[in-house]
């Protein structure tokens, strides 16, 4: 009997939800997907919450320390307590330490969602900076493989550490279920959305093409997952691009069920920023058949295809005048298309694969 054993650290602790979500489902995935005789175990950090059940988990592993200490812990390389087998980490919250994969078959594998602590570092806070770092260092030191959403993020991966041919692409999905609620014209009001508005996300350095692009198409702009502290200088970038004040909307990371509200009544989401970062609201767009623009990029172009319209920042205006007009039906067509590419069982087949491999 084979078990994969798959960390999820934000059981009872949230600290990143868009990973938190990929983690569930994920293992829920593999779950669904999993090979004859082979079974998935979790491991959980311990505190108040570590007891409750963990759905597609046909056991779970729970640890002595709380989600911090183990941070800390495993940062030190210190993993006692674990034990070894099959591990897959969908993030690099994993237990990376020195291991025997070929007697003892122990295998241990890392996930990489977003480079920007070594592409922008000054766009993260600098522990997360330290202790993202600090993890990908052990990966390369004691990791079997490390996994990244797109290719072009798995190349800027080798350019930063030397895992030769140990990186891996396996792609996430929107949340199982992500569908437009029943209430979402309620909730749109509640939001504050009018009639005709973008989605957007990005930051004040790369939004102010999409604050001209609405002003063009005569739109309020919303902008999701704003970190805090952000709005004063995205306003200010609506300002300078002409979009008055009340029709500039900035958001921090909403519900799922608000998020999907919001982009069914969009003209099109506007994917601003090319960081090489998986663009969890791209794939929430496509799954519900959104049009897309999207900032021309390596994981925008991974992502999209031709599922929508990769354009320079330049091209945004005319982009969402396509979006708003004679476009919109086969932009939302291809949107839809798009998103079957991507699901969360198709990802854990892949993982199953990848351990098998390994």
Request: charge should be negative.
């Amino acid at each position: 009997m084979a078990v994969l054993r798959v960390v999820l650290d934000q059981v009872n602790d949230i600290v990143d939800p868009d990973l938190a979500e990929a983690a569930r489902s994920l293992l829920t995935g593999l779950a669904a997907t999993a090979p004859q005789r082979c079974t998935v175990e979790a491991i959980v950090p311990g505190g108040a919450g570590a007891d409750a059940p963990i759905p597609g988990a046909d056991t779970v592993h729970r640890l002595a320390l709380g989600r911090r200490e183990l941070a800390a812990a495993w940062q030190l390389g210190v993993i006692a307590g674990v034990g070894g087998g099959m591990i897959h980490a969908p993030s690099l919250f994993a237990p990376l330490a020195r291991h025997d994969r070929a007697n003892d078959y122990d295998q241990t594998v890392a996930t990489v969602w977003d480079l920007r602590a070594w592409t922008a570092p000054e766009s993260l806070p600098r522990a997360s900076v330290l202790w993202q770092r600090g993890m990908l260092k052990r990966a390369v030191k004691h990791g079997d493989a490390v996994v990244v959403p797109t290719h072009a993020m798995a190349q800027q991966l080798a350019d930063i550490a030397p895992f030769r041919d140990r990186i891996r692409v396996i792609p996430g999905a929107a949340p199982e279920g992500f569908a437009i609620p029943h209430d979402a014209a309620e909730r749109r009001i509640a939001l504050g959305a009018p009639g005709r508005y973008l989605v957007a996300t990005g930051t004040a350095a790369t939004l102010e093409p999409v604050f001209a692009a609405a002003v063009a198409a005569d739109a309020d702009a919303f902008v999701l997952d704003a970190p805090e502290g952000a709005a004063p200088a995205i306003a200010e970038a609506a300002r300078e691009a002409g979009l008055d004040a009340p029709r500039v909307h900035v958001l921090g990371r909403q519900e799922a069920e608000d998020r999907a509200a919001l982009l069914g009544g969009a003209i099109a989401l506007v994917a601003s920023d090319p960081a090489p970062v998986w663009p969890w609201r791209m794939l929430e767009a496509l799954a519900i058949g959104v049009p897309v623009i999207a900032a021309q990029g390596g994981a925008h172009a991974d992502l999209l295809a031709d599922g929508g319209l990769l354009v320079d920042p330049a091209g945004f205006a005319d982009a969402v005048q396509e979006a708003a007009g004679e476009g919109a039906r086969r932009l939302s067509v291809l949107a839809s298309d798009r998103s079957r590419a991507y699901s969360w069982n198709g990802s854990a087949e892949r993982v199953w694969a990848l351990h098998a491999d390994l």
